[in-house]
DNA sequence: TAACTGTATTAGATGTATTAATACGGTTAA
DNA sequence: TTAACCGTATTAATACATCTAATACAGTTA
């Protein structure tokens, strides 16, 4: 379901929040679909439920999610995870923009740039879509 | 010379090791200038001296700046920097457009909202930039 | 010689993340 | 009804990175 990077800076339970975020996002999680059990993920992921317990209170602080005690914990209206996902996204580009036009770069390399990778991107590159298309046929989320 | 962000994640030592770069980058740290001493620096930032020093020593570790015990320490050749910078500009571009096609994004949309920004931003609005000019001013760096 | 430089080292404080070990109460199905 | 799941809460211990503090030493310069 998720995989972690133990190399990234941020926090385990951060990194959860963003993956199944993402999850929520390409449609993997869907409305009302219930989440693994905090101690089943933690299991899954080899950490302390703690930490799973946090990124779904967290999840749950967020709106994303929404948790039934005793039954489990469900996937909410993704509709606020995509809107949010798309004010994030301009406000990372705006932070680039910022970077690159002090670097010295032309707004025509940006777009070069972005035309290169957008093409380039059509497979599915990233580390764990692959393991998340493994996991879609176990109909385990 | 260089604002701190105590809300930044990152540690203090990488913040200064990175707007020292951008001064590298945007020419007001020329080559072979001498840098602030780390004592000098540690005061001017309210901070340790170790910090400074760490700092530094990445710093002389990726070859920007070379130091001379008892004398000082000297801005090295900055074409590194900036091609550094280019390619990191770059990596983190292509990050972006990973994030944005798993978000849903178009391309279309990714270089309208480029050359919005672009434009928008072709005021200093960037937050140490105007601390840096008036320190020019002051020939301190 | 005094006052600067960079460098090295050790110790301690601090904040945060994570683990660990529980406990409690609600839900569900046999 | 009971056993096996759920989420939730709490507290303590541990680990780790960052940063501070207090030095010490060696080289440079005026």
Not at 116 to 129: G, H, P
Request: net charge neutral.
């Amino acid at each position: 379901m998720i995989l972690l990077d133990y190399k990234d800076r941020r926090p385990i339970y951060e990194q959860v929040v963003e993956k199944l975020k993402d999850l929520m996002i390409c449609g993997v999680l869907d409305q009302d679909m219930q989440l693994p059990s905090v101690r089943a993920l933690a299991t899954d992921l080899s950490i302390n439920p703690n930490t799973i317990q946090r990124a779904y209170a967290e999840l749950e602080r967020r709106g994303f999610i929404y948790s039934v005690k005793g039954r489990g914990s469900f996937v909410a209206d993704t509709s606020s995870v995509r809107a949010l996902k798309n004010s994030e996204l301009k406000k990372d580009l705006r932070r680039w923009v910022e970077e690159a036009k002090r670097g010295g770069l032309t707004e025509d390399k940006a777009h070069t740039w972005i035309a290169e990778e957008w093409t380039k991107q059509q497979y599915l590159a990233e580390e764990d879509r692959e393991y998340d298309k493994s996991r879609e046929s176990d109909k385990k989320v």
